[in-house]
């Protein structure tokens, strides 16, 4: 059985390598390059009966055959010459991956860090805006109606004439004083005192809302934002005693229970004396609103000195 087999597998090398190969050559008599060219041959044939298998099957098109290589020897050469190259088209998609996922990783912390960048803004301006909504706390402060008491001027007496006496005025409280001369007076309405009547030192005079230097120049003036006739709170007349008609020059002989009659345009309203007393010019505080209905009268004094002022204090009779 061993020597048909020799027999068959040297007639069968033969056949592949093409020369005449004695009928009892047997594997083990070939060298290693007869060998790999047998193997190689072998592959060939089995590869072209798969090929022609498609063939008839229809799952491949004929094509021209491409020229054999001269010999077995130069188609190793080419296999193993291929094989390094083949390693060198390799690396370069290895390194352009590399690279891109480098990119990658570098676009991935800058988006990271401008998300970080941008909540750390929109942080701020939320802090920012809620201090500047937040209201500070106020404080009260009081309302400024006067610096001084009016009626205020120069005796005629003086070197330099008739004039207002801002010297009475504290010097830091000058510019107040000025703005608040500035402003307009507001449209009378049918509760301001028109006339004012004083039966004991026999006044008889017309009011005018305002009492700056120019009103006073009219006759006696009703100090803006102060009470109204007849009502709770403190409404304040005031006059000149030694200029422009001297219209208040006797009010230190008023004593308690004395009339004093203010006229409206639509009634009369009879107020009795209850106190006089004199105080300095920044005294304002003779001034203040009552709870009770209340007129008080404001002129300079001592008669052509004019360094003080007279208050007289008047209560309505009506009031319940």
Known sequence: ????????????????????????????????????????EKRRAQRQERLENYRRTGRVIQVEPGPAPASLDHF????????????????????????????????????????????NMLTNLNREA??????????????????????????????????????????????????????????????????????AINVDAPVVLGDGWEQLKKGVGQHIGSGLPGKKGNLILSAHNDIFGEIFRELDKLKTGDQVIVYTQQRAYTYQVRQTQIVEPTRVEVMAPTSEAV?????????LVDNQRIVVSAVYQDQK
């Open 1 to 40: 059985m061993g020597a048909v087999h020799s027999q068959y597998c040297g007639q069968f090398f033969g056949v592949l390598l093409g020369v005449s190969v004695p009928r009892s050559i047997s594997a083990d008599d070939l060298t290693v390059d007869q060998l790999r060219r047998l193997l190689v």
């Open 130 to 199: 809620l201090a500047a909504q937040k209201q500070p706390t106020l404080t009260p402060t009081p309302v400024i109606s006067a610096v001084i008491l009016p009626s205020g001027h120069t005796p005629p007496t003086d070197p330099g004439g008739v004039r207002f006496n801002d010297a009475e005025i504290p010097s830091h409280l000058r510019p107040l004083v000025q703005s608040l001369a500035n402003l307009p007076t507001p449209t009378a309405s049918p509760e301001q005192v028109v006339r004012l009547r004083i039966p």
């Open 295 to 303: 007129v008080t009268l404001i002129s300079c004094y001592p008669y």
């Open 76 to 119: 190793y050469t080419q296999v193993e010459t291929s094989e390094p190259n083949l390693t060198q088209k390799k690396s370069g998609p290895r390194i352009l991956d590399r690279l891109l996922l480098f990119v990658e990783i570098i676009a991935v912390i800058g988006l990271g860090y401008v998300l970080y960048s941008g909540f």
